[in-house]
């Protein structure tokens, strides 16, 4: 089993920064693909950002390609989001996630999950 706990939520206004964490534990025998999900009221989970074991290999959906960036530290198990430029449409929940490949993670394959942290963008 892995644990994943994410932090750096937070209310922000347009155009604002912010920088989100997961932290895992548990199985750390085994290096997962990581990524970041989130979810909005009343809409579906949306795939936001994956990064490969080695961090060598990242993907982003068009909706924050270019203001959001993915990075891991697998020294400290930790995986980040940071986000920039943002807009009130990236208000959501935010998930990490863990999962056998980072490609796969566009297509909704993980293994787990975090409780996730609210991200709120005022206009």
């Known amino acids: 089993q892995v644990q994943l706990v994410e932090s750096g939520g937070g209310l922000v206004q347009t155009g604002d920064s912010l920088r989100l964490s997961c932290a895992a534990s548990g199985r750390t025998d085994r290096t997962y693909a990581m990524g970041w999900f989130r979810q909005a009221p009343g809409k579906a989970r949306e795939f936001v950002a994956a990064i490969s074991t080695s961090g060598a290999r990242t993907y982003y959906p068009d909706s924050v390609k270019d203001r959001f960036t993915i990075s891991r530290d697998n020294a400290r198990n930790t995986v980040y989001l940071q986000m920039n430029s943002l807009k009130p449409e990236d208000t959501a929940v935010y998930y990490c996630?863990?999962?056998?490949?980072?490609?796969?993670?566009?297509?909704?394959?993980?293994?787990?999950w975090g409780q996730g942290t609210q991200v709120t963008v005022s206009s």
């Open positions: 996630a863990a999962g056998p490949t980072a490609n796969g993670m566009q297509y909704g394959r993980y293994d787990y």
